[in-house]
């Protein structure tokens, strides 16, 4: 009787010592190691943000290098103020700002709409991954200003020049990073969906594409990084107005002040679009480094 009491107690004593955890509503820890790269960093973000400009500001105040290496950060801030009125150059810098995000941004989502079906395709097919595979693959590791002036012959030097050079630059990574999600899908939760019924597609769409999504979203950060890092190439064609056209000018005439100054501008666009996709990332698939 006395093993059988043990036997039928110790249960209880277990879920009474669990209930108190359960209400409390923390996650008990099983154990005593920490998920690599676990806790929020924004801190010291926010530290290093302030390193660098206090690193800036020290140095181009105490001359540790020549202001026309390296201007005050007062000076920047006095061009874009000027830029952004018009009394810099030919036009203000919302114009500059407005070609520019038109360019990278028509690029980007046309690359989006194409590349990810694409992607998706060369990873459940194997006759779309024969055709598509080879021309991606072989002009994939090319930088864009070794087929820019093979674009300026075929396409001119107007709007679309520069877009497709753009748009060149995206898709790769897009189409690259969509069929490696799809392949990386378990084969367990596939055999599971057509185990209950389901048909080819419904696997495709409720499966595969789901699964795929994280690292899709994933390279649609990196390709708009390459975007902007094509856009001053882009508009070196021939472009009157954008933000890489306003560096290249301020560069020939060693306005490094300008310079700058359009780098910081991009790389701020260029972080806060990153920022919207870490916030879509979190939205559309939530249970990403949870599994």
């Given at each position: ?100 995000m038109f360019r990278v941004f028509t690029a980007f989502f046309l690359a989006c709409l194409t590349a990810i079906p694409i992607g998706i395709a060369m990873g459940v097919s194997r006759i779309a ?76 769409r409720h499966v595969v594409i789901p699964a795929a999504m994280p690292e899709i979203l994933t390279a649609m950060r990196i390709s708009i990084g390459f975007g902007w890092t094509t856009l001053v ?30 780098i910081v501008v991009i790389g701020t666009i260029a972080y806060l679009f990153d920022l919207l996709m870490r916030y879509v990332e979190r939205v559309v698939v939530p249970w990403k480094g949870k599994?």
């Amino acid at each position: 009787m006395s093993a059988s009491e043990e036997v039928t107690t110790a249960p209880d004593d277990g879920a009474n010592n669990a209930s108190p955890q359960a209400g409390d509503g923390a996650r008990p820890k099983t154990s005593g190691y920490s998920t690599p790269g676990e806790g929020a960093s924004t801190a010291i973000s926010v530290v290093t943000r302030i390193s660098i400009f206090a690193l800036w500001w020290v140095a181009s105040h105490l001359g540790w290098m020549p202001p026309l290496f390296l201007p005050t950060p007062e000076t920047v801030l006095q061009r874009l103020w000027e830029s952004a009125r018009g009394d810099l150059t030919d036009a203000p810098l919302a114009t500059h700002f407005g070609w520019s995000m038109f360019r990278v941004f028509t690029a980007f989502f046309l690359a989006c709409l194409t590349a990810i079906p694409i992607g998706i395709a060369m990873g459940v097919s194997r006759i779309a991954r024969g055709i598509f595979d080879p021309p991606i693959e072989f002009y994939r590791p090319l930088p864009p200003l070794a087929y820019l002036p093979l674009i300026i012959i075929w396409f001119g030097i107007d709007e679309l020049s520069k877009v497709l050079l753009i748009y060149l630059a995206c898709f790769a990574p897009l189409a690259m990073s969509a069929r490696a999600g799809v392949r990386s899908v378990s084969q367990e939760q596939i055999h599971a969906a057509y185990s209950m019924g389901a048909s080819r597609w419904q696997v495709i769409r409720h499966v595969v594409i789901p699964a795929a999504m994280p690292e899709i979203l994933t390279a649609m950060r990196i390709s708009i990084g390459f975007g902007w890092t094509t856009l001053v190439a882009a508009e070196m064609v021939a472009a009157t107005h954008g933000l890489g056209q306003m560096v290249l000018n301020a560069s020939n005439f060693l306005r490094t002040d300008i310079v700058i100054m359009g780098i910081v501008v991009i790389g701020t666009i260029a972080y806060l679009f990153d920022l919207l996709m870490r916030y879509v990332e979190r939205v559309v698939v939530p249970w990403k480094g949870k599994a």
